[in-house]
Every structure is written in C-alpha cells, then in structure tokens.
C-alpha cells in the first residue's frame, strides 16, 4: 500500500501555503498585515493567522511548537478538519534540527535569575510540539521525534511513508519544524533567524499524490537529488521538495548530507 | 507481535550511585563493566554489516556551558536522534527494532542517556515533581521523584534462527492527547499502548510488568489504572527500577527494556525500592523487599512522559 498526501501545510518566513481537498492558501505575511519580523525570522506568530477560533494557549507557547501548530493546523483546515480520518489511528512522525533550543535558554535565563519557570520548562523537550498537537486535534496514534540534522524533514517524512507501507499506521501527520533565534545565534555566524514548519497529512486512503519505497541510505542512484532551497536547519529540502509533490511526474528523490542519504518515490 | 527475532545484547551501562548493581544482583547475567565509552566505540566492534545508530535522549542539545552544536565531530552510521521526552529510550527500541524489521540495517545501537544538570533539576523542581525523601514508586506516601545520570549502550540484531538471547516479543504506542504535562487521569492513554503491543498475546501470558514508577502521586495512580484496565483487574506481579536509580530520563526506557529482559529470561523480579505500602483504590500486586522467582516468560515494560507519549513493550526470553 501506498501512502497518499492528502493535505500540506506549510509556514515560513515568506509565506503560509497549504493544499488539500478541503480548500487552499497562499498569502505572504504582508498580505496578512502581520506586522514587522521578529525575532525568530518572521512576524510575530498569532493564533489568529491559523486558528478560525479564538485559542488563547497558543501565545503561552514556545516558539516550536507555534511554528509546528501553525503548520498542522494548514494541513488539516486544507483537508477539511478531521475528515475521513480516525482520530485514535493518526499517528506523528516529528522531525527538528534544533528542537526546543530557543526554550531552553529562555528557561536557563530564569533558572540564573534565581526563579526557574515551570511555564518555560514543560516546553524544554523537543517533542512538546506534538503533545500540543496531539491535545489540538485529538490525535492518540503512536508518535515519535527524530532528529537527523538537516535531513530531519526527510528523515520524518520517510519514515511516515514506510509506517504507512507497513500498515503500522491508517494516517500519518509529518511535522518537520524549527524556531532558530538568539540562542540559535550564539551557535555561530551560520545559525540565523528562521521559523519554519511543514505538515504532510499521509494516509494509506483517499486522493492525493503517493509516496512509496522509502530508503535510509546514502546511494542517490538514478534518483532526482534534492539540492537546499531557502529553508534550512530541520526544514531543509522542504521547499524544494514542495513542486514536485504538487508536480505530476513519477520520480524518486533523494536528500543527502555527508555519507547519509534518504530517499522514497513520488507517484 | 513480532514474526521475526530481534534479539538484544548488553554492551554498557553506567549509572550514578550503586542502585544499578543493587538491582542486578537479583540476576546471573553479570552487570557489564561501567564506563563512559562512547556509541563510537561500540559501534566500531561491529565489522562488515549495515548498521544503524540511535541515540535516546531528552535534552541533547543543551550541555551546561550553553547549547551546543548539533552533530559536531560525529561520524556514526545513520545517526538517528530520537528525542520523545521520558519515553525515549523505549521509543528508541521501537524505531531500531523496525529498522532491523524492514531491512535496512543488521545490527542497530542504541544510546540511552541524559545527563543530570541543574538545569534539569531546576525544572522538575519548579514543577513541584520532585521528593525531598525517599523515591517510593506506587506507595501510597509517594511525594515526588529523583533525577538521575545514566548511560547504556544495546545492541538489537535479526537473527535468522530462535537463539539464547531475550528477544522483543512485541510493542504499541499511544498519545494520550490530554494534557502537556500531566498523564491522563484515567489511564486511557497508556492502556491503548499496551492493548496495542497485547495484539495477538494472550494476555495471561504477561509474567510481570516493569512500570514506569516514577513516585509521582499521578503517575503512578495513572499507571495503576491502565493496568487494572488492561488486566481486567487482575494484573501480574508490577514492579519499578527507580527507586533504586532514580529517573535517568533518556536512558530510563532502554534500562528498563533490558532489566524485564534479564526478568523474563531467568525468572526473578528485582524488589521495588522504596516501595512499603500500596494503595487502596486500584491496588497493585507490587514486588518489594525480596526479589521474587516467577516462571521465565513475557515481561511488559511501559514508561509515560511529557507531551502526552506512551509506550508498552514486550520482551521474551531466548529460545521460543
């Protein structure tokens, strides 16, 4: 069996897209009147910019799993909610590079202040974006969070695909995300500000482009090699990914970093 | 449940304070040497085959001098992060025991660990998770739990024929989509992993449960529930590792695999330390003071964590 993307959701410092049955969006920040960017590479995220309904969590949370939130909620909205899916049997695949950095040191910030917050601290996992999607959508499948540097959204995506195959899931949600700001600076010249996040809705029914044959490996073969667009940290390779699975042509595509490579075919 | 042997071998294992050897010496098996050694090493005993590497972990990119540089000087094979709060270790088994099921490696590592910073116990301080006294896994005066540092190195492999190591037998997943930080109540979220991993077990064929006990007043009373839901009100013998070793976060999961599979191999639970008195509602067939001899068989190990994650895993012992 093959997976199918059913929907996808995707929020970066440009721009949020989405496609699915339920509808699709492409508006940059400005036509939202956002407002200026901030500090971790794009406006301000509020609830407002997804959410139809007031959800007053979301400005306590970090900024991962805003950006994360953000970008399921895109994907579900275009898939028209929950529809055609088995809340209990929608599982996640997470994937970051940096995970909750940018918490951790706002937390180490008040633990040196002498007064540690538990409000920072509950957010100081690099899965916690799950936990928050999971409450959000009712989504009670197996969830798990991989980390593969750069080949982190590949990584994911890939591996929802082959639970999908194995019959280990009905639908997969694929997260990949990351919130880089100041303590992402201090890690050298090369981390800059960015937020970004992309959520691929996957499921073994329904309509949609499918993806099949994932592989872990180094070894491109006769596949598209998947060059770095603007993205980058735990979503690179998202952008260039995106118009080839919005695309109509059969391939198979492989990322890869060093000696370590993922692959899965689309169409 | 599982068609093929996925067998696990011990490589290393090294914990704060002596509790790790108290517990092994209910055991034969002897406690490999302690040590820091790193995967690296571990992964380059193995020539030849396809490996993969895990690391399980909850806060790898924080050390105490500041973040530190994701991947900087590693070199091992299909590096994998898995990053899933406390239930990481387990979940690590997981994503390995499935990386050996589908082909793409022969050999997988895993590295379970987590080192104790105050930064670490500056927040489950904050949160008000933490004893000032003793750790008292499923006792009725339990207030809280300790934190501790810990490192095990395992080794999962695919054998061909039914061989003389534990093996795991089985496992499910769950997210209680509740509440960020707090288990639910009920026990739902757990009882769905585990009715997961019992798919196609007979459930009276569970010889012990090695729980995740962490002495938090929730938790514990969390895990009571499942169980009791699970087992029709009748669960087997439950038992906790710490008490003994505390929550070593990252590595608690893969600790815990490999004691419930040095339990269900040679027959013998490990007492719950700290564990005196249980609860009324919901009670508990608790190990505790001496170690008990059962018939060698399946053993359930589950661990809960943060965001709502839970994992049941089933190990068996060689040879079936």
Known sequence: MSARLIAYGRVSPSELLSWGPGGALHTSWEELNAGPVAEYGTPKLRAKFFFDAPFTKYGRMDPLCKVAVGAAQLAFKANGGLTGLEPDEVAQVGGTMLGCLEVDAQFEKSRQAGAPSPALFVYTLPSMFQGEIAIQFHLRGRCTLLSTGELSAMTALATGIRWIEKGRAKHVLVVA????????????PDFGAQSAAAAYLLSGDGEGRALSDSRFDGEAGDAKELTSGELSYGTTFVDTLEPLLLGSESMRVHASRGTRGVSFKIG | ??????????????????????????????????????????????????????????????????????????????????????????????????????????????????????????????????TNDTVRPFDRRRDGLALGTASM?????????????????????????????????????LALAIERALEGIDRSEIRAICAHGTATEY????????????????????????????????????????????????????????????????????VHGEPRKIKPGYVLTTNSGFGGMNTAIIVGPGGA
């Not at chain 2, 380059?44 to 790898?60: E, H, M, N, S």
């Not at chain 2, 695919?158 to 795991?168: C, D, E």
Request: charged share 20%; net charge negative; with cysteine.
């Open chain 2, 219 to 286: 938790n514990d009373a969390m895990e009571a529930r499942a169980f009791h839901t699970v087992f029709n009100g009748n669960p087997p013998p439950v038992f906790g590792i710490k008490g003994a070793i505390g929550h070593t976060l990252g590595a608690a999961g893969l600790i815990e695999v490999i004691i419930s599979a040095l339990v269900a191999t040679e027959g013998v639970i490990p007492p719950t330390v700290g564990f005196e008195q249980g609860e009324e509602d919901f009670a508990l067939d608790v």
């Open chain 1, 177 to 188: 995300a990351d919130a880089a700001g100041p303590a992402a600076a201090e890690l050298g």
């Open chain 2, 1 to 130: 449940m599982l068609h093929k042997q996925v067998e696990l071998i011990l490589s290393s294992a090294s914990v704060s304070g002596g509790g790790l050897a108290d517990i092994w010496k209910a055991f034969s098996e002897p406690l490999p040497k302690a040590g820091w050694e790193g995967l690296e090493n571990a992964v380059r005993t193995i020539d030849g085959r396809k490996l993969r590497a895990f690391v399980a972990t909850t806060k790898g990119l924080m050390s105490d001098e500041g973040p530190i540089r994701p991947f900087d000087g590693v070199a091992l094979p299909g590096l994998t992060i898995v990053s899933n709060a406390c239930v990481s270790g387990a979940q690590a088994v997981i994503e390995a025991t499935e990386c050996l099921l589908d082909g793409d490696c022969d050999v997988a590592t895993i590295q379970g660990c987590d080192r104790i910073t105050p930064f670490i116990r500056a927040g489950f301080a904050a949160l008000q998770a933490s």
């Open chain 2, 153 to 189: 190195i395992v080794q999962l492999r695919l054998v061909g024929t039914a061989s003389h190591r534990p093996r795991i037998v089985s496992y499910g997943c769950s997210n209680d989509a509740n509440h960020i930080s707090g288990p639910s109540r009920d026990g739902s979220g």
